[in-house]
């Protein structure tokens, strides 16, 4: 009568099979004595039925257990796999275990050939450890082409050699039984040892992900860091960064010097937080299987334009020497025709051929020359070809420019007429959108206007094509309201008004806007010299002369 195993039992093996799989067997298995369908057979055997007197109550027994032998703590494990099974008469030894990365696979008990049982599962140890490395495939089965002889393979290559011999020392019937044994538990290590390097490799390269992205962000910080201690000590040492200089002539200025190092400053930041990102991201992008080939690909693309880049600028080095020479010549010439304008403006450099107040216009057009003739005609002449990258550089610029500056161009071609032709002189007043002011300066692009609030009005030439600007001559324009008695005699208060507010520059326009109960409006529109009588205070002392009062405002 067969013993079966209770319930409880089987529920038992259930759940530990099932956390055996979700955690990993390397959680429950022994260090040294992993169970092996060979120790599962016999600690299972024992454990299900020691008083067990036929081979088949064995068997069933060791079905029931076999599965849980894997899962048992290391204590339990260790004392299954020392154990021994009584088969009828014989006494199962434990053998000489065959191990894939000290986890064991199954045992070998018998010399053979004059090699002994430890050397066998020595070499058995060697080639399943090759082959695991070798290949990723769990093919592990047995080729019994020879009688009285069974190999166990993984793939083409061979674990072990197996005889009758060996299947009577483990208890089997037949020596397919117990080469199928041997290379389902092969097959069962592979798998699992595969499953464990996999998850230990994605542990680890997560933890090389989240550790790079920590260093990355500490680096970051620190180029941050960097760059706004040099841009702090820009600001704090002013005086220890001097003006550029070629000789005598100022190249750039100290404030000029200071900005350019500021925006350098932030552009190397800007390039090194970058290249600090793609390296980290080519890294992570290396820690995977799945994404291995993209980061190597991405590399590629950005690595070689930049070779093939590098490698032309060797090539066409002193044609780069020519041309940052030819750059900075330009650079210099167009500062020293803006410094020499500037002197003939001011009064320090005397020239009969431009007065002091074109001095400024002419500075901008010859400069605006320069750079176009050294985009045009210089670019080819420094390349040796008008159809080199020099010269289409050169046009393609232009062109930019060219459409960038229709606005700029077109108010610097109405502001020559106004410049050229001195259509407004400094000192006159103009009066421009209801605001009135005397010209403080004229050039190429706008008219500057100081209004009578300390404001400057800039007025770019364009915009008077569109609103009119009125020119006052030399002298403003006193617009104001006065309020009269209605009842007084209209033509006598116009008169009065007439002849109070008149000047060496002419009559006051006077003008009656509307008369009610309470006044008769008028807006009286006079010129008068900043050193004569206020035309309001005139004609307000006038009214009163003549006995003529004044009405009542609305407002």
Do not use: C
Not at 72 to 92: C, F, N, Y
Not at 93 to 116: C, M, N, T, W, Y
């Amino acid at each position: 009568m067969r013993t079966m195993a209770a319930p409880w039992e089987r529920l038992a093996a259930i759940v530990v099979v099932l956390l055996s799989f979700v955690f990993g067997r390397d959680a429950f298995a022994a260090p040294h004595d992993a169970g092996t369908a060979d120790a599962s057979l016999e600690g299972g055997a024992e454990s299900a039925d020691a008083g067990a007197e036929t081979d088949a109550e064995v068997e069933e027994a060791a079905a029931v257990v076999a599965p849980v032998e894997s899962a048992l703590p290391p204590p339990v494990a260790s004392a299954v796999a020392s154990a021994k099974v009584i088969e009828g008469p014989r006494e199962i030894a434990e053998g000489s275990p065959v191990r894939l990365h000290d986890k064991r696979v199954f045992a070998i008990r018998v010399p053979r050939s004059g090699i002994s049982a430890e050397e066998r599962a020595r070499r058995a140890s060697t080639a399943l450890e090759s082959a695991f490395e070798e290949s990723e495939l769990d093919d592990a089965h047995v080729d019994e082409a020879k009688p009285d002889l069974a190999v166990v393979l993984v793939g083409n290559r061979p674990i072990v050699e197996l005889t009758q011999d060996d299947a009577e020392a483990a208890g089997d019937a037949s020596l397919s039984a117990h080469a199928a044994g041997v290379g389902e538990n092969v097959r069962s290590a592979l798998k699992a040892e595969r499953t464990r390097r996999d998850v230990s490799k994605h542990v680890f390269s997560w933890s090389l992900v989240v550790l790079s992205a920590l260093i990355a962000f500490l680096a970051l910080r620190r180029v941050r860091e960097l760059a706004e201690r040099g841009r702090t000590w820009i600001t704090d040492n002013p005086t220890r960064l001097p003006a550029l200089r070629v000789g005598s002539v100022e190249v750039m200025r100290p404030a000029a010097f200071q900005g350019a190092l500021r925006v350098g400053i932030s552009l190397l930041e800007r390039a090194l937080q970058l290249t600090l990102l793609y390296i980290w991201f080519v890294f992570v992008l290396s820690r995977f299987e799945s994404t291995k080939d993209l980061g190597g690909k991405i590399t590629g693309m950005i690595l070689t334009p930049l070779g093939a880049l590098a490698s032309r600028i060797a090539i066409s080095l002193p044609l780069v020497v020519v041309g940052v020479i030819a750059i900075a010549a330009m650079f210099i010439v167009t500062r020293f025709i803006r410094l020499f304008f500037h002197s003939v403006e001011v009064g320090e450099t005397q020239l009969a051929w431009v007065p002091p107040d074109l001095a400024a216009a002419t500075s901008t057009l010859l400069r605006l020359a320069v750079v176009i003739g050294a985009l045009v005609l210089g670019a080819p002449l420094v390349t040796g070809t008008d159809q080199g990258m020099g010269g289409r550089a050169g046009f393609v610029v232009l062109g930019a420019l060219g459409l960038a500056l229709v606005p700029l161009f077109a108010s610097m071609t109405v502001g020559f007429s106004t410049v050229f032709w001195r259509r407004l002189h400094v000192g006159d007043f103009v009066s421009f959108d209801g605001r009135q002011g005397r010209v403080a300066s004229v050039n190429l692009l706008e008219v500057r206007v100081h209004d009578g609030e300390g404001s400057e009005l800039r007025i770019p030439h364009l915009l008077t094509l569109v609103r009119p600007l009125r020119v006052l001559g030399p002298y403003p324009l006193a617009t104001f309201e006065v309020v009269v008695d209605p009842k007084a005699s209209q033509d006598r208060v116009r008169k009065v008004m007439v002849a109070s507010g008149a000047s060496k520059h002419g009559e006051p326009r006077v003008r009656l806007l509307f008369i009610d109960q309470d006044g008769a409006h008028y807006e009286i529109v006079a010129k008068r010299a900043l050193d004569e009588e206020d035309p309001a205070t005139a004609i307000t002392r006038a009214l009163a002369e003549a006995g003529i009062d004044l009405g009542r405002s609305r407002a």
